[in-house]
């Protein structure tokens, strides 16, 4: 099966960035590209995802690595094979500033067409510079997505028409969109996008072996917008999200009452709306935390991705909510199929990327000489010693330029999961009546609201105390303390074929597993 997801804006974005931590949790499938769909192609959340994407596939890569440091098929983690274009990242309009006059060359059409487009669109929209996003505006933003051709020549898209091709030799493939509804890149992209790529499927003449998903995200956060600076400026303002959803739904209930353009579509919004403590209208500055709700976005994709999802002839339109408490616990996160328990998955990685951080990589880092003082040790006899040794050179391997790389990637991922679980947990909830208890993270992180850039701090060590309330990280899994994890390092068993920091980093995985 070929996999193919699309992020559209900023949401579409930061599901992805959801996605990619489910699939180094190993939720997702064994193949998958990934692309993103965004005007503002420096937006914050745009580039924080492309460098999460791309530092996942070179840590996959650096362990998949047959022969040298292999986890094998068999490893869970990293279990997503995620590939995607030269960049990853498609800008619908081209060419620096543009606006919507000059994408529609409207000093080149007729009287009469200009006058309605006059009616549509005020001069300030017309003139409006789109290079930081379509600023909640669906208006603007169909009316350049309709200008703009998602071609098959165009390399972001050739790999996915391409598939689509395939499927008509008896290859399944399966392409998902993720999208808010109430913004103007994923508003106006989310269908057009979708009609699109089933007009390609209609030319290639593909009947069957193809299918089209989607999530679209309701408001699910708010804002305070400053007063200072803002007359004249276009912007997505929080009190109009509820009205535009309202005209985007009733235009997707009459449109799928008509025309078949998802096979599946999976809808999710929040109550009480969680609420964001800084503001940006678009570029670098815009860093919006992650929040549960994405988390949702991410599962409903991967729920469709699964082998155990079969598509059915009619459309079908999925919703989820929370339980009744106030609280998110992990009993509001469902499973992507019937063999992938998300919570325990996500639980797993939570704790490898705490125990990796905290307890194994200060031992791993650095020359032999430093790291040979724990060679002694159980754990790193069986698990890095015996796989990484050069019997020429007399030395572990682990401390030479090339294993170190793998070795601060690991690390500096493993810093990723976890600001990621903190941030999303503190922020999801933030000024509200809800409560999010995932994990417990006061003990080894610092979390600022208003630090745009860096709202979570991880400590760079913990003490002894400390790090004995590992025991409480994870909030369903009390009790199962650093001392477990390190005697199952120890006893863990090492799979077949597995090789050099491969061996390593699986056991530590299935070591922190309850």
């Not at 650096?62 to 040298?68: A, D, I, Q």
Request: net charge neutral.
């Amino acid at each position: 099966m070929k996999n193919f997801i699309i992020g559209i804006g900023g949401t579409g974005a930061k599901c992805l960035e959801q996605l990619i931590h489910c699939c180094s949790a190993g939720l997702g499938p064994d193949q998958l590209w990934a692309g993103m769909v965004d005007q503002d192609e420096a937006n914050g959340n745009v580039s924080r995802t492309k460098m999460l994407l791309s530092k996942y596939m070179n840590l996959r890569d650096s362990l998949r690595n047959e022969g040298k440091n292999d986890l094998t098929e068999s490893s869970n983690l990293l279990k997503t094979h995620i590939t995607t274009n030269t960049d990853s990242v498609w800008l619908p309009l081209k060419g620096a500033d543009p606006t919507l006059e000059q994408v529609i060359n409207y000093e080149l059409l007729k009287p009469e067409v200009k006058g309605l487009l006059d009616c549509l669109y005020d001069p300030e929209e017309k003139q409006q510079n789109l290079s930081e996003g379509f600023r909640a505006r669906p208006n603007i933003g169909a009316a350049a997505m309709l200008a703009t051709t998602a071609n098959e020549n165009d390399p972001f898209w050739s790999q996915i028409y391409k598939a689509i091709e395939s499927a008509r030799g008896g290859e399944e493939v399966r392409v998902f969109i993720l999208s808010s509804i109430f913004g103007g890149t994923g508003a106006s992209g989310f269908p057009n996008i979708a009609r699109r790529i089933r007009t390609i499927q209609k030319e290639k003449n593909v009947t069957s072996n193809f299918h089209l998903g989607g999530a679209l995200l309701l408001p699910y956060f708010t804002y305070n917008v400053p007063d200072e600076n803002m007359e004249g400026e276009i912007f997505a303002k929080p009190e109009q999200f509820l009205d535009q959803t309202k005209g985007a739904l009733e235009y997707y209930s009459k449109l799928f009452q008509h025309e078949k353009v998802f096979d599946q579509v999976y809808v999710t919004g929040w109550d009480p709306l969680s609420k964001l403590q800084t503001f940006k209208m678009g570029g670098n500055l815009q860093n919006n935390p992650p929040l549960f709700q994405e988390l949702y976005g991410a599962l409903g994709a991967l729920r469709f991705f699964s082998s155990d999802n079969k598509v059915l002839t009619e459309q079908q339109i999925f919703h989820i909510g929370k339980n009744e408490s106030s609280d998110v616990l992990w009993s509001d996160i469902p499973n992507v199929s019937n063999n992938l328990n998300s919570k325990d998955k996500l639980a797993n990685l939570v704790r490898f990327a705490f125990a990796y951080n905290y307890m194994y990589s200060p031992p791993l880092t650095g020359n032999w000489n430093k790291i040979k003082k724990f060679s002694n040790e159980n754990w790193f006899k069986r698990l890095v010693l015996k796989h990484t040794y050069d019997y020429e050179q007399k030395e572990c391997q682990v401390g030479q330029e090339n294993y170190q790389e793998i070795i601060s990637l690991m690390k500096d991922y493993s810093e990723d999961v976890l600001t990621w679980i903190v941030d999303m947990q503190n922020s999801t909830t933030l000024k509200t009546d809800q409560k999010m208890n995932l994990v417990l993270s006061d003990f080894f992180s610092d979390f600022t609201a208003r630090n745009a850039s860096n709202r979570v701090k991880l400590k760079e060590k913990l003490n002894a105390k400390e790090k004995d309330q590992f025991k409480d990280l994870v909030t369903d899994n009390n009790n199962f303390r650093l001392l477990n994890v390190m005697s199952n390092v120890c006893y863990e068993k090492i799979k077949k074929d597995q090789k050099g920091l491969g061996v390593f980093m699986d056991v530590l995985f299935r070591s922190c597993k309850v």
